[in-house]
């Protein structure tokens, strides 16, 4: 658990310190999915931008939310393999468009411009784009199938529970 910890910290260290030198790796694979090391962190520097955070100054905050990070990721890769196994759920392309363009629209506004959100994503807007566009996709999957199972739940009336 100790050297489990100490390794992790050291990626986390290594790319907060050294960004350009990077080294890529898996981190977990969930049916034909894989969570890559630069996936993880990508997201975790989003989230730290989103919270105010900085990782240069905050590292244990920046571990935790990796963690959380790479826990969050495995979850949704789970239910996406079983969203997609699910042939009733359909996620058409005008519904995926809509949904991105309302998350860039937020990154943009939390990045304060566009030039500025491309600086922090070290990407063009329209390679930013391209790049969110399946995991929006993927996100709607998760929620129509989310939607389909608490839509067959039965509601409990106190009574009921309190007969129980």
Same mark, same amino acid.
């Not at 890559?36 to 931008?49: F, G, K, P």
């Not at 042939?87 to 392309?93: A, R, S, Y």
């Not at 991105?100 to 390679?127: C, P, T, V």
């Given at each position: 658990?100790?050297? *489990?910890?100490?390794?992790?910290?050291?990626? =986390?260290?290594?790319?907060?310190?050294?960004?350009?030198?990077? =080294? &890529?790796?898996?981190?977990?694979?969930?049916?034909?999915?894989?969570?890559?090391?630069? &996936?993880?962190?990508?997201?975790?520097?989003?989230?730290?931008?989103? *919270?105010?955070? $900085? #990782?240069?100054?905050? #590292?244990?905050?920046?571990?935790?939310?990796?963690?959380?990070? =790479? &826990?969050?990721?495995? @979850?949704?890769?789970?239910?996406?393999?079983?969203?997609?196994? @699910?042939?009733?759920?359909? =996620?058409?392309?005008? &519904?995926?468009?809509?949904?991105?363009?309302?998350?860039? $629209? @937020?990154?943009?506004?939390?990045?304060?411009? /566009?030039?500025?959100?491309? *600086?922090?994503?070290?990407?063009?807007?329209?390679?930013? /784009?391209?790049?969110?566009?399946? @995991?929006?996709?993927?996100?709607?999957?998760?929620? *129509?199938?989310?939607?389909?199972?608490?839509?067959?739940?039965?509601?409990?009336?106190?009574?009921?529970?309190?007969?129980?």
């Amino acid at each position: 658990m100790i050297m *489990k910890n100490l390794l992790f910290s050291f990626f =986390v260290f290594s790319f907060v310190f050294l960004q350009e030198q990077l =080294v &890529d790796g898996v981190v977990a694979l969930v049916d034909d999915h894989v969570v890559l090391h630069s &996936d993880v962190l990508e997201q975790v520097n989003m989230v730290a931008m989103q *919270k105010g955070i $900085n #990782p240069q100054q905050n #590292p244990y905050i920046v571990s935790s939310l990796y963690d959380e990070t =790479v &826990d969050l990721l495995i @979850d949704q890769f789970v239910l996406l393999s079983a969203a997609k196994r @699910d042939t009733n759920i359909i =996620v058409n392309k005008k &519904d995926v468009d809509t949904a991105l363009s309302q998350q860039l $629209n @937020d990154f943009i506004l939390r990045a304060g411009s /566009k030039k500025q959100l491309e *600086k922090i994503m070290g990407k063009s807007f329209l390679e930013i /784009k391209a790049d969110y566009w399946e @995991d929006i996709q993927s996100l709607l999957f998760i929620e *129509k199938y989310q939607q389909q199972i608490m839509s067959k739940i039965q509601t409990v009336s106190r009574q009921e529970v309190e007969i129980f």
